[in-house]
């Protein structure tokens, strides 16, 4: 028997790939009737400090990520009001919690689906180059192998897509 679907958690990296990938997580959503975490990871900024600056240094930078962390929730609070109009219903009805990690983010994917005891994941994938035809991108590849929830990796349809986050 396949277990139900109780909770999805949408990872965003910002991309178009992404945003299209929020349609399936939506649409999944409504037919479970499943309430979505969504998340986007903020890599940890590679700092090289000398012993005696590291300490305001980083004050410092907790600070001001505090700031962007906020800034970001709110961006993604915004994104989900303006999907409202494409969507036809109301996108903030089925966003349970956002969520805005410092992390590298196949780990912190990982850790939110577990922590808020997610059924599964729901995520954009991209390949680059001449390698597009076989690499999903290295945060979908890493997440696939290593979840022990059903994985949906969603590619963009095509390059000519017009979705983007300019104009949602």
């Known amino acids: 028997m396949i277990p139900k679907i109780k909770r999805i958690l949408y990872a965003t990296d910002l991309t178009k790939n992404a945003l299209y990938a929020f349609f399936y997580a939506t649409d999944m959503a ?3 009737d499943a309430p979505i975490v969504m998340l986007h990871a903020v890599e940890p900024p590679l700092l090289y400090f000398t012993p005696a600056s590291l300490e305001t240094a980083e004050r410092a930078k ?4 505090e700031i962007d962390l906020e800034e970001m929730k709110e961006r993604l609070q915004d994104f989900c009001e303006r999907m409202e109009v494409h969507l036809g219903y109301s996108c903030t009805d089925l966003v349970f919690d956002i969520l805005v990690p410092v992390g590298y983010p196949v780990e912190e994917i990982l850790k939110a689906a577990d922590e808020k005891a997610c059924d599964a994941i729901v995520l954009g994938t991209h390949g680059k180059g001449f390698l597009k035809q076989t690499l999903l991108g290295s945060t979908a590849t890493s997440v696939l192998k290593r979840s022990r929830i059903p994985v949906f990796a969603i590619p963009l349809p095509s390059d000519e897509t017009t979705i983007g ?3 949602i």
């Open 30 to 32: 409504k037919k479970y």
């Open 62 to 65: 907790g600070e001001e990520q």
């Open 165 to 167: 986050w300019d104009n």
